[in-house]
């Protein structure tokens, strides 16, 4: 099975940062990588896909970069309603989740 | 506009089953992929499997064979998800979710760019 290490778990920055998050795949997956961002009690929404397309009607301040094992997700300015959780997804074999960032206000 | 609409939480027994199912609309059921993904609580998210609609032929992750089954009415538009023998690390919030590109097109696997609301499963 593909592991997706994600990092770090958690983040406390302020509203204006800019926010990376890291994404490792334990095995070559190409560019089948997907972000999604999840509030509490709530379905995820895709956000990325195919590791630096943008999801229909995502704002133009997320992107992501990567190929192979390594990928990136960036909020290039946080915006109050950007507080939540992120998961990168491999779906190159199957499917795998990241376990996750949080960002928690500051 | 496509939507999938989950059925209501549930509660039940260890050692019971749960069937719970995914309403589509919006499109023709039978063209996409659908998959069923879980998430315990205060946890990350986990791929279960995957079902062609077309032909009903279902995919399942190693963790849950023997346990999952993963059906369709396609005269209805459902999908179903059951679980067999359950025990409390299964309490967990249920998702359908569906993937973009006719099945004529692509591979099963994808970017899930619908999603159901989910449903709750408490197993005690």
């Known amino acids: 099975d593909i592991q997706m290490t994600q990092s770090p778990s958690t983040l406390s920055p302020s509203v204006g940062d800019r926010v990376t998050i890291t994404c490792r795949a334990s095995?070559?997956?190409?560019?089948?990588l997907a972000w999604y961002q999840q509030k509490p009690g709530k379905a995820p929404n895709l956000l990325i896909y195919r590791a630096s397309l943008l999801g229909s009607g995502v704002p133009s301040r997320f992107s992501g970069s990567g190929y192979g094992t390594y990928f990136t997700f960036t909020i290039s300015s946080l915006q109050p309603d950007d507080f939540a959780t992120y998961y990168c997804?491999?779906?190159?074999?199957?499917?795998?989740f990241g376990g996750g960032t949080k960002v928690d206000i500051k | 506009q496509v939507h999938l609409v989950q059925s209501g939480a549930e509660a039940k027994n260890y050692g019971a089953s749960v069937k719970i199912s995914c309403k589509a609309s919006?499109?023709?059921?039978?063209?996409?992929?659908m998959h069923w993904v879980r998430q315990a609580p205060g946890q990350g998210l986990e791929w279960m499997g995957v079902?062609?609609?077309?032909?009903?032929?279902?995919t399942y992750a190693q963790k849950f064979h023997g346990r999952l089954t993963i059906t369709r009415d396609t005269s209805t538009s459902t999908l179903y998800m059951e679980m067999s023998f359950l025990m409390s690390e299964d309490t967990a919030v249920y998702y359908c979710?569906?993937?973009?590109?006719?099945?004529?097109?692509?591979?099963?696997?994808?970017?899930?760019?619908?999603w159901g609301q989910g449903t709750m499963v408490i197993v005690s």
């Open positions: 095995q070559n997956i190409d560019d089948w």
């Open positions: 919006g499109y023709t059921f039978t063209n996409y992929w």
């Open positions: 997804q491999q779906y190159s074999t199957y499917s795998t």
């Open positions: 079902i062609n609609p077309s032909d009903g032929a279902a």
């Open positions: 979710a569906r993937i973009p590109g006719l099945i004529t097109d692509v591979g099963p696997q994808g970017a899930f760019h619908t």
